[in-house]
């Protein structure tokens, strides 16, 4: 895959992971949000240290597209927040 398809593939798992989080919970059962939350984290935790190094690395350069300050910091810290990092 080539890093502009990797790029848009983490985009998009970030604007799921933003809409699972600051959904409000009268559209959003939040139980529902922190089960799907936590089975991306557990696929997440399958790959290889490499992929996760370049997962890492592609979440903190696409947070800088988000101008919501909550969303960037979010994103930035999704690695961590999945419980995929070190």
């Known amino acids: 895959m080539s890093i502009s398809f990797n790029k848009h593939l983490v985009k998009v798992l970030a604007e799921v992971a933003i809409f699972l989080e600051f959904t409000n919970e009268d559209l959003l059962n939040q139980d529902v949000a922190i089960e799907m939350m936590e089975q991306i984290g557990a696929e997440l935790q399958l790959m290889s240290q490499d992929d996760k190094l370049v ?8 947070s800088n597209e988000f101008t919501n300050s909550l969303h960037k910091n979010f994103v930035k810290n999704l690695i961590h927040s999945l419980g995929i990092s070190d």
């Open 55 to 62: 997962l890492s690395s592609t979440f903190d350069e696409i």
